[in-house]
């Protein structure tokens, strides 16, 4: 019953910064765990970022650093900050909560211009 809605995607020049949101609505559990996949043309889903009900992060190695995830439990929302992008970057990002079970977001595009 939990929906996902992603925004905050666009084209930025490398070394600019992207905000991403994630809404969800719904039947929500207070425990779960919401997190960022990213997917570029011709390459394997990649697991970005994570965040528990507890407030604990996780990242990818290659966006530590970088990039920062955050939620906002009021507001049942979760947050990718993305500074320092790199064209390698680029791909769509989905949005996933996670409960008994996985729920996907529609994806919004990110594009790093070199």
């Known amino acids: 019953q939990v929906q996902l809605v992603e925004s905050g995607g666009g084209l930025v020049q490398s070394g600019g910064s992207l905000r991403l949101s994630c809404a969800a609505s719904g039947s929500i559990s207070t425990i779960n765990n919401m997190g960022w996949y990213r997917q570029a043309p011709g390459k394997e889903r990649e697991l970005v970022a994570w965040i528990g009900s507890a407030n604990i992060t996780n990242y990818v190695d290659s966006v530590k650093g970088r990039f920062t995830i955050s939620r906002d439990n009021t507001k049942n929302t979760v947050f990718l900050q993305m500074n320092s992008l790199k064209p390698e970057d680029t791909g769509v990002y989905y949005c996933?909560?996670?409960?008994?079970?996985?729920?996907w977001g529609q994806g919004t595009q990110v594009t790093v211009s070199s």
């Open positions: 996933y909560y996670y409960f008994t079970g996985v729920e």
